[in-house]
């Protein structure tokens, strides 16, 4: 097992037509790939969003989000390729198509809203594991102790153990590496996700269900008129976070093979992936609103308790952690990628810098690491889980990424350089209608942006650094 393409390319192996590695994706590694980064931990504030949304605008939102995802997606997989959609130069990343096609100016805005997205989504994923490391440990507590022991657990542990093993697996160089761990991982998604919903049915089929309504929370009952507001914007940030992907499609599309022509099967990718997680979201959404009512939890697992049955709930939490270990290394590899390409070429003769060095060589079986990553990934891996321990807020978290990443990456972008490839006269009719499609979700973003911001001052008001206890 190489590591690196050098390597792999001093061994003979074959190379594409630009004398990067052959690439070896296929339809089902880049679904898997998409499923992976799109069913992540925001599937489980969904009820919490309908619960804000109410039954008519929660459903409508979850439909729109995924067919403006899906628009735009396809919009964006025609952008890998410069001039020539199928011989035209390859884009290998999100920022090196924004150049192509919009310039070096954008792709400043572009590279701050990706980059501090995916390290936002690494904190977010660190919180959401150690939320459910720590509810499987609870479980059994109470399951041993009885319900009214003391049973408390405080994240930080286990915030650092899911960090200890990212730095194992951030030692894989690339996407193309790691696809055994996106296919575990979009397993395990799919796993907690039929878990929860069939939990939610059972409590549904047994009578203890919430009361829902078709406006969701009640102002006066519920929320305060204030609250009702914050809270509709941060559920708007939270559903745009559950179908965020874009940022890391034009690296997905960077693994697939050619012939057929990688837009093609880019754009099969997405419309499986998108369609397969938008019935679950609707499954998730509906069925854990209609089980928890308008008191729905911001995570929906923890809404069943941690009582019986305890061992059902502790294999989903299971599964939420091993998803979360695959969708890191998803989100994560592009910023790995983009740093490690820019030292390289600022030191081109420091061999030290792309050389490998071989740890385990038996056989077909082997083992080498590089310098520049082993320290550079370990160190963003430690920074990234200390980030998490100061601020484990779970729904405001999430909202905000969704609403920071939701228009510039998943709308503004793909629509730009949409019409830059077509050359959309300013004036034309399609030239206006996408631009107010993405004047409108501008709008969509502020206002979650602000929703989520107002959560986590709230959140800052009763917060101890490293003493977070579930």
């Not at 594409?16 to 499923?35: P, Y």
């Not at 061999?351 to 490998?356: F, G, N, P, Q, R």
């Amino acid at each position: 097992m190489s590591f690196r393409p050098e390597a792999d390319a001093g061994r003979g192996q074959e190379l594409d037509d630009d004398g990067r590695r052959k690439r070896t994706g296929t339809l089902w590694t880049a679904s898997s790939h998409i499923i992976t980064a799109v069913i992540g931990s925001g599937v489980l504030s969904l009820a919490w969003a309908m619960a804000q949304l109410g039954w008519v605008a929660g459903t409508i939102t979850l439909v729109i989000f995924s067919m403006i995802t899906l628009f735009t997606s396809i919009l964006l997989s025609d952008c890998y390729r410069t001039s020539d959609l199928i011989a035209g130069k390859r884009n290998y990343t999100y920022s090196s198509a924004v150049k192509s096609y919009l310039g070096t100016f954008q792709i400043w805005m572009c590279g701050v809203c990706q980059y501090v997205n995916l390290c936002g989504t690494a904190v977010g994923y660190t919180i959401t594991a150690s939320i459910s490391a720590a509810a499987i440990t609870k479980s059994h507590c109470f399951h041993e102790k009885g319900h009214e022991a003391d049973c408390g657990v405080s994240y930080t542990i286990y915030m650092m153990a899911f960090g200890a093993i990212q730095i194992l697996f951030s030692q894989f160089p690339d996407l193309q590496n790691i696809w055994w761990l996106s296919v575990l991982a979009a397993i395990m998604s799919f796993s907690y996700s039929i878990i929860g919903i069939i939990l939610a049915l059972v409590q549904i089929v047994s009578g203890n269900n919430g009361k829902t309504t078709i406006t969701g929370t009640i102002v006066g009952v519920d929320v305060t008129q204030t609250q009702k507001v914050w809270n509709v914007f941060q559920a708007l940030g939270n559903v745009a976070f559950a179908y965020s992907f874009s940022m890391v499609l034009i690296e997905i599309q960077d693994t697939l093979k050619s012939p057929p022509a990688e837009n093609k099967v880019m754009k099969k990718a997405s419309i499986i992936s998108v369609s397969i997680t938008t019935v679950f979201y609707m499954l998730c959404g509906c069925v854990g609103y209609l089980a928890f009512g308008n008191k729905a939890p911001g995570n929906m697992l923890t809404g069943f308790g941690f009582y019986e049955p305890f061992w059902l709930i502790d294999i989903a939490n299971i599964c939420i952690v091993v998803h979360l270990l695959g969708a890191y290394q998803v989100f994560c590899q592009p910023l790995f990628a983009v740093v490690e390409d820019t030292v390289i070429k600022k030191w081109p003769n420091m061999k030290m810098l792309s050389s490998e060095v071989t740890l385990v060589n038996v056989r077909s079986f082997s083992v080498s690491v590089n310098i520049i990553r082993l320290i550079w990934r370990t160190i963003f891996v430690v920074i990234i889980t200390m980030l998490a321990i100061i601020m484990p807020f779970f729904n405001d978290i999430m909202g905000f990424l969704g609403a920071f990443a939701f228009w510039p990456l998943t709308v503004y972008f793909p629509i730009e350089m949409y019409i830059s490839q077509k050359k959309i006269r300013w004036g034309s009719g399609k030239g206006m209608m996408l631009r107010i499609l993405s004047f409108l979700c501008l709008l969509i973003s502020v206002a979650a942006a602000i929703g989520s911001i107002q959560g986590v001052v709230v959140s800052l008001c009763t917060y101890e650094p490293f003493h977070t206890m579930s």
